[in-house]
């Protein structure tokens, strides 16, 4: 079993930063590959970015690419999301998610966070 829960969100102004973090526990998490989705309101899990174990290799959703870069410390079990340039559009429920295959789909992941709020003021 994992264990995860997220926390750094937040409201913010268009244009500032903010970093979202992934508290990981369990026995297998370091093996895990983990992601993070987002749910704007109203709309369908999105996938924001993933990443596989020990940081060897990420990928990332269309509309982050450039703005949002996610990073892990497999020695303190921790998930994190630096989100840089936000916009309005970015305002969501955000998700940690971990799991055994880097799939966008929200289904293919196994394991969730409780979520965290982050709204972007225009």
């Known amino acids: 079993q994992v264990q995860l829960v997220e926390s750094g969100g937040g409201l913010v102004q268009a244009g500032d930063s903010l970093r979202l973090s992934c508290a990981a526990s369990?026995?297998?998490?370091?093996?895990?590959?983990m992601a993070w989705f987002r749910r704007p309101p109203g709309k369908e899990l999105e996938f924001v970015a993933g990443?596989?174990?020990?940081?060897?290799?990420?990928n990332y959703g269309d509309s982050v690419k450039g703005r949002f870069t996610i990073s892990r410390d497999d020695t303190k079990n921790m998930l994190y999301l630096q989100m840089n340039s936000l916009r309005p559009q970015d305002t969501a429920v955000y998700y940690c998610?971990?799991?055994?295959?880097?799939?966008?789909?929200?289904?293919?992941?196994?394991?969730w966070g409780q979520g965290t709020q982050v709204t972007v003021s225009s």
């Open positions: 990443i596989y174990w020990s940081g060897s290799a990420t």
């Open positions: 369990g026995r297998t998490v370091s093996t895990k590959k």
């Open positions: 998610a971990a799991g055994d295959a880097m799939q966008t789909s929200a289904r293919s992941w196994a394991y």
